[in-house]
């Protein structure tokens, strides 16, 4: 097109140039077969416009055709398997979690107050097949983990589940022990108070995993058991002051000399009701044979129950760890040979009588505690007493939501040495999950 307009403006100059020695009658023929040439110009521009916008053919036309033809039908294949592995990838697969921030304010002591995003926890499981599931729990303590930071990273559960049946299935890899009310279960709107129970952390000390293998299932209606064969606790790392808790080895590059047996029995035939009885019995000397065999046997029993309004728990744990002159001797540490703990919890709901429309819970709580981590010494030894604690605490738990909890608490602390003042706490806290 560039072409034909050059080639009319030259023309046309050509025409100005020799305009005074042309004749009328010359001037009119050549505007005559310039007008003509002008529309012949348009015809060709007009045609070459179309021939832009038609498709291109060819003699190998028809082959092209089919070759994109089959490059569509690859793309739309390749793009249906993608959708079939997501699908795949996605289906039966879980994803949930929990987190928890604290805020406590110590008083009667020279300790400072803290606020700290406790725990931030996700759940990943898989169905594999319809009788092998897989579940997971990685948890970030304390926000943040480096060198010289309080925090850490952790794989608190992964395990393969085998459903054989209703009343024998194979679980294997690391498991919760399946000691007390909280180590099972500690998702923060499921208990009342800011912080797990100390009984639940120095007698119990959840949160509690080992790796191993073992058999749950039902043995009847509403009554349930839980069998594990599992790695053990190391007893040259048990305090006087938190008992046996130090000793968990967190599946951790974990010494593996010793292995202990633990087991649970639970019933909730009764709506609102459930009821357990579990141990953990086991060597935890880990081949050290100065700590002796050091043999923890963990003993508990709790209940629930929830009626109307009121929900109420109660807990109690011995613990027993023998050849403690032997640690003592190694470590250092008074460690009790007997530890005992106990407590009651009451809870009243009474958002109802606020709002009765509401979905939402607000309610008040109480739980009295008492737990002693030296119990009972070696030989004749006696404690001072600083370790035979007891704990009154009243707060309240309010839950827009039944996954998401708001609370506060004020502990009132004791211990049975006259020199020693135990140190009382106000917590705030907010928990969820999904």
């Known amino acids: ?25 010359d001037l009119e023929a050549l505007v005559r077969d310039m007008a003509q040439e002008m529309r012949e110009m348009r015809k060709e521009i007009e045609a070459l416009k179309k021939d832009k ?23 739309d294949a390749l793009r249906e398997r993608q959708d079939e592995g997501l699908g795949d990838l996605l289906s039966g697969t879980t994803l949930g979690g ?21 725990r931030f926890v996700l759940f990943i499981g898989k169905d ?31 395990y393969l589940d085998f459903a054989l049946s209703d009343n024998f299935n194979v679980r294997a890899g690391i498991v919760l022990v ?55 606790l190391d007893a040259a790392d048990f305090t006087e002051s938190s008992g046996v808790r130090n000793g968990r080895q967190k599946v951790a590059k974990a010494s593996a000399e010793d292995f202990a047996l633990t087991g649970r029995l639970e019933y909730t035939g009764i709506n609102g009701l459930k009821i357990g009885a579990a141990f953990f019995t086991g060597d935890t000397a880990q081949a050290n044979s100065a700590l002796g065999d050091a043999r923890v046997t963990i003993l508990a029993a709790d209940a629930q129950y929830s009626i109307g309004d009121f929900d109420m728990r109660a807990l109690y744990a011995t613990t027993k760890v023998s050849d403690a002159d032997k640690i003592k001797a190694v470590t250092g540490e008074d460690v009790g040979e007997e530890m005992v703990g106990w407590y009651l919890e009451g809870a009243w709901r009474f958002m109802r009588y606020i709002r009765p429309a509401s979905e939402q819970e607000l309610a008040v709580f109480t739980r009295y505690s008492e737990y002693d981590t030296q119990k009972k010494l070696p030989g004749d030894a006696v404690a001072s007493g600083v370790n035979d604690r007891n704990v009154w605490m009243v707060g309240l738990d309010y839950k827009p939501s039944p996954n998401v909890s708001f609370k506060i608490d004020y502990q009132d602390r004791d211990n049975s040495d006259s020199l020693i003042e135990a140190t009382d706490q106000l917590n705030i806290g907010v928990g969820y999950y999904f």
């Open 1 to 25: 097109m560039k072409r034909w307009c050059l080639s009319a403006i030259a023309v046309m100059m050509v025409l100005a140039m020799s305009f005074p020695a042309m004749a009328a009658t």
């Open 53 to 75: 916008k038609a498709p291109r053919q060819s003699s190998s036309s028809p082959s092209s055709s089919a070759e994109i033809q089959q490059i569509r039908a690859d793309l």
């Open 98 to 118: 929990y987190g928890e921030l604290h805020y406590n304010n110590f008083k009667n002591t020279s300790a400072k107050d803290k606020v700290d995003f406790h």
């Open 128 to 158: 594999i097949n319809d009788w092998i599931t897989f579940k997971s729990e990685l948890e970030v303590e304390y926000a943040f983990s480096a060198d010289g930071a309080p925090g850490a990273v952790a794989l608190e559960q992964a």
């Open 178 to 232: 399946p000691l007390g009310i909280i180590n099972e279960v500690h998702e923060p709107p499921t208990f009342y108070g800011v912080e797990r129970p100390d009984v639940e952390k120095f007698i119990i000390p959840a949160t509690w995993r080992e790796a191993g293998i073992g058999i749950h299932g039902d043995i009847a209606p509403g009554l349930n058991y839980k069998l594990y064969y599992v790695s053990s």
